[in-house]
């Protein structure tokens, strides 16, 4: 990836909950401001990177180092970006990280940025980048740079090399928006809108988006139309959504793209048009939308009667090279099915792990499939099945809590235990109840039972009766089965556990709960309200 200002397509891509990318802002200081940290209040402001790269484009690079040594900072920053990315001689990371330190140290705040970024991008490779990445953000931060302003907000905004804190992560944002960087505006309207770091505000929200979007900034135009298109307290208008949508495809935006397709396909504040709808879906693919070119892929891979392996294969490997989760576990599937390919199971085996170490649920629970197959051998302690397993259900897969309850039900890789195979098979369904919204007949086919005779169910039963309505009883009889040993690994401590729920009425326990009793009990709640299922 080339470093690029904050005028250009980084900035653009920093979009709701995609993860961090860092934007630069490379520039020069005029002659009479070449000199910083002289005692002035004023901040230096700094052209972008285009103009930079104009100035020196058509200099030796010869004449640009002799320029370096001579003290001027904008050769100084040029030779680093240069250097680090390769651009217009071979890429070398000390000759570039050197030139960008020796302008920095003069007070050029964007090479402290630059560095940032650099150490960011070795963090796969080193991590004990992290604090050097941390260490020029913050420095060039303090320095004026309202981009590393704006890009150390977004480390504390995501936990990346600090603890994640939303509160600061604003703070940050503030100063750089008090320079009016687009980037920062468009977080402030973030936070606003999520209430990250401070109350949700919608109206707060609107007026952050509005003040990018009246400066034609895509991204202000693309949260505007999320907001009317999404948010129920804006309220939803799904006109004025496709408004905005129109607006920001219009100025590049592959994501309103995205929009759009939906739009017409569905008919959200226009007529619906499938053909308008592919079109844009094949825009916005284009344009570099991961989402797009995934589901562009599933569109020719997946549409019975008008399958398109090829094509399917094209956007889903775009898709992958940018970590899109379901691609990676799609190609994974056509090298593991050699499906318009040459069956190759170590290639399946490079995207589904990709994915899983990505914390993918699904890809997590395949990559665990194929290792009890035979496919590959897992690669560490954590990369072993049940591991595996542990993390797919922990992300939400109901098919990662299936076969953790089949496990426990059964002994493989584990000592068998009916109540945490009950309490999987249940969470299981729930996943399932808040993913199709529908009433799931093995839950229901277990609640009916006058008298179930087999222990799994008889244990599934006393979970149901437990979610129903918190049920004393069902927590006692399952304290009773820890004490006794029966159909589970006699536990007089997780006994206690369960009998002191059973004493508070299914609300509270003596100790904490463990994670997976936390997860099945929030889901159980939630599916109660929003779907009423598990009425007796």
Not at 55 to 68: H, S
Not at 115 to 138: F, I, P
Not at 252 to 260: C, I, K, N, R, S
Not at 480 to 490: I, Q, T
Request: with cysteine.
């Amino acid at each position: 990836m080339n470093l690029i200002c904050a005028e250009t397509k980084a900035v653009r891509g920093w979009l709701a909950g995609m993860g961090l990318a860092i934007a630069l802002w490379c520039a020069c200081v005029p002659a009479a401001l070449a000199a910083l940290g002289t005692g002035t209040n004023s901040t230096p402001r700094w052209p972008p990177l285009a103009e930079v790269l104009k100035k020196w484009a058509d200099t030796p690079l010869d004449a640009v180092q002799r320029a370096a040594e001579g003290g001027d900072l904008t050769a100084q920053h040029y030779l680093g970006y240069c250097y680090t990315e390769g651009l217009r001689t071979g890429m070398n990371l000390e000759t570039g990280i050197a030139w960008y330190e020796r302008a920095f140290k003069a007070g050029y705040a964007p090479s402290g940025n630059n560095l940032g970024l650099v150490y960011q991008r070795s963090l796969a490779t080193n991590s004990n980048n992290a604090s050097k990445m941390v260490h020029y953000y913050r420095a060039a931060a303090g320095s004026g740079s309202a981009v590393a302003q704006a890009n150390l907000g977004i480390l504390y905004r995501d936990g990346l090399g600090v603890p994640r804190d939303p509160a600061e992560a604003m703070n940050w944002f503030r100063q750089a928006a008090d320079q009016d960087n687009l980037t920062a505006i468009i977080e402030i309207g973030r936070l606003y809108r999520f209430g990250r770091g401070v109350p949700k505000n919608v109206p707060e929200a609107l007026r952050w988006f509005q003040r990018a979007a009246d400066r034609e900034d895509r991204l202000g135009l693309l949260n505007l139309g999320w907001m009317h298109g999404y948010e129920a307290e804006t309220p939803i208008n799904q006109q004025t959504a496709l408004q905005y949508y129109e607006r920001a495809a219009g100025l590049g935006e592959p994501e309103a793209m995205y929009e759009l397709y939906f739009s017409y396909r569905d008919g959200k504040g226009v007529g619906v048009d499938k053909s308008k709808a592919m079109e844009w879906l094949r825009k916005a693919a284009e344009g570099g939308c991961a989402n797009a070119q995934y589901l562009l892929g599933y569109e020719n891979g997946h549409t019975i009667g008008k399958r398109d392996v090829a094509e399917a294969i094209k956007w889903w490997t775009r898709a992958a090279e940018q970590n899109h989760l379901k691609a990676l576990d799609e190609m994974a599937d056509v090298y593991l099915n050699g499906d318009g390919v040459e069956q190759d199971e170590e290639r399946a085996l490079e995207f589904v792990r990709k994915a899983a170490d990505l914390d993918y649920g699904a890809a997590q629970f395949k990559l665990a499939w194929m290792y009890s197959q035979d496919i590959g051998e897992p690669r560490n302690e954590q990369d072993r099945p049940f591991n595996l397993l542990l993390h797919s259900a922990a992300n939400g897969d109901g098919d990662g809590c299936l076969a953790l309850s089949l496990r426990y039900r059964d002994g493989l890789g584990t000592q068998r235990d009916f109540v945490e195979a009950a309490g999987w098979r249940f969470r299981a369904v729930l996943v399932n109840l808040m993913r199709f919204g529908h009433n799931d007949p093995e839950v229901l086919q277990v609640f009916r039972k006058a008298g179930p005779t087999d222990p799994f169910s008889t244990v599934l039963l006393l979970f149901g009766n437990a979610a129903r309505g918190g049920d004393p009883g069902a927590f006692k009889q399952i304290g009773n089965l820890y004490l006794e040993g029966k159909d589970v690994p006699r536990n007089p401590a997780r006994a206690q556990f369960w009998f002191a729920l059973a004493a508070t009425g299914g609300n509270g326990a003596a100790e904490s709960p463990p994670a997976w009793f936390k997860q099945w009990n929030e889901e159980a709640q939630a599916a109660r309200e929003v779907i009423g299922v598990l009425r007796p």
